[in-house]
C-alpha cells in the first residue's frame, strides 16, 4: 500500500529545537517522531511513501534514505504553506490505482491498521476531545460519516480527526484535492483535506471511523515529553549505559556510549548516542544525542544535539550546541 505523508511544518512551537532540526526528527523515547510513525504502518502493508517535505527537508530526505532502504519513498516539496489538501496533491505523480493512506508526519497513534486490508469504505480515524474547535471533526449518522468540518465555531461533534486517513480508491482523493486547487476553495486561507474529503461524501463516496487506541501529541515540548513517558513506560527500557557509582531508574532510554558517573537518571530520561552525565540527578527529560550534564538537577527539560548543562537546577528547552551555566 502507499502512504502519503505531510511533513513540511516548520514546528515553531518546538523552538529552539526545531531551528536545526526538522519537527518530525525530534526524538522521543529513542526514536525520531517520524520513525515511530513509519513503523506503525507496516501492519497495514505499506510498502511505498511519499514524503511532503518543506522546512529543513534535505535533513527529512537523508534520514529516510539511510534508515528505510528497503521502502520506495518518493519525495516532494511543498514550497508554500498552504494547506494539507495541496500537500497531498503534491503527491498525484506517484499515485497508482488501488488503496492510499495519508498520515500526518507529526502524528503519533495506537490502532490495528491490518483491519483496513481490503476495507472497501474510506476510512478516517477519530477520537473524542474536550476542544473540537482545533481540529477538524467528525459528524456521524450510525456507523457511517455524515459530514466533515473544519475547525467548527460552533460544536457539531466532539470527535476530532486525528490525522490518518484511508482510501479505498486514491485517485478519488486527489481528484478532490485538485478540484480545490482549481475552484480556489479554501477554509481559513488554506486548501483543507477536510474540504476534500467533504467532497467525495457529496458524491456517495461513504467514510467510516476506525478506533485508535492511543493518540499522542508531539507539537509542543510539554506534550512531547508526556508522549516519551508513554512510550517509555509501553516499551519499557532501552540501552545499556557504563555506570560508574550510579543508579538508573526504569522506564529509560539510553543511545549507544552513554556513559553516567556519581549520577541518578530516571525515570523518562531519554537519551541520545554519546550523552555522558556526571555528579547529577536528572528525571523526566529528552536529551540530544552528544550532550553533556555536570552538577545538574533537572526535570521535565528537552535539549538539543550537543548541548552542555552544567551547574544548575532547572527544567530547559535548548536547541542544538546550546550551553547553560549557573
Avoid at 517535505?53 to 534520514?63: N, P
Avoid at 497508482?96 to 469504505?121: H, I, K, N, Q, W
Avoid at 560508574?244 to 558517573?261: D, K
Wanted: contains cysteine; proline residues 6%; charged residues 20%.
Amino acid at each position: 500500500m502507499h502512504c502519503i505523508i505531510p511533513a513540511a511544518g516548520k514546528g515553531t512551537r518546538m523552538r529552539p529545537l526545531t531551528w536545526s532540526l526538522p519537527k518530525p526528527l525530534i526524538p522521543v523515547a529513542g526514536r525520531p517522531v517520524l520513525a515511530h510513525v513509519i513503523d506503525s504502518l507496516l501492519d497495514a502493508d505499506v510498502d511505498h511513501i511519499t514524503l511532503i517535505t518543506g522546512y529543513l527537508g534535505d535533513a527529512i530526505v537523508s534520514w529516510a534514505r539511510k534508515e528505510y532502504p528497503g521502502i520506495r519513498i518518493d519525495f516532494a516539496e511543498q514550497k508554500k504553506p498552504d494547506g494539507l489538501a495541496s500537500a497531498v496533491l503534491l503527491a498525484e505523480p506517484y499515485v497508482e490505482d488501488g488503496p492510499l493512506m495519508v498520515v500526518l508526519g507529526d502524528t503519533l497513534f495506537s490502532a490495528d491498521l491490518s483491519v483496513l486490508r481490503g476495507e472497501t469504505r474510506n476510512m478516517i480515524v477519530a477520537s473524542p476531545v474536550e476542544d473540537p474547535s482545533r481540529f477538524g471533526v467528525v459528524v456521524m449518522d450510525g456507523d457511517e460519516v455524515s459530514e466533515l468540518v473544519e475547525k467548527p465555531s460552533e460544536p457539531v461533534s466532539n470527535l476530532a480527526i486525528v490525522g490518518v486517513y484511508y482510501f479505498s480508491d486514491g485517485k478519488k482523493i486527489m481528484q478532490s484535492c485538485r478540484y480545490l486547487r482549481q475552484k480556489n476553495i479554501t477554509t481559513k486561507g488554506e486548501y483543507q483535506l477536510t474540504d476534500a474529503m467533504q467532497l467525495m461524501l457529496k458524491n456517495s463516496e461513504p467514510f467510516g471511523i476506525l478506533d485508535i487506541d492511543g493518540w499522542f501529541d508531539c507539537g509542543k515540548p510539554e506534550t512531547l515529553l508526556e508522549t516519551n513517558r508513554v512510550l517509555l513506560e509501553r516499551n519499557g527500557s532501552s540501552g545499556s549505559p557504563v555506570l560508574e557509582n550510579s543508579v538508573v531508574i526504569a522506564p529509560c532510554f539510553f543511545g549507544e556510549a552513554t556513559v553516567i558517573r556519581n549520577s541518578v537518571v530516571g525515570p523518562w530520561f531519554s537519551g541520545g548516542a554519546g550523552v555522558q552525565i556526571q555528579n547529577s540527578v536528572i528525571t523526566d527529560t529528552i536529551a540530544g544525542k552528544g550532550s553533556q550534564f555536570r552538577n545538574v538537577i533537572m526535570k521535565e527539560s528537552v535539549t538539543g544535539e550537543r548541548s552542555v548543562v552544567q551547574g544548575t537546577a532547572a527544567r530547559m528547552y535548548t536547541g542544538d550546541d546550546s550551553f547553560a551555566e549557573t
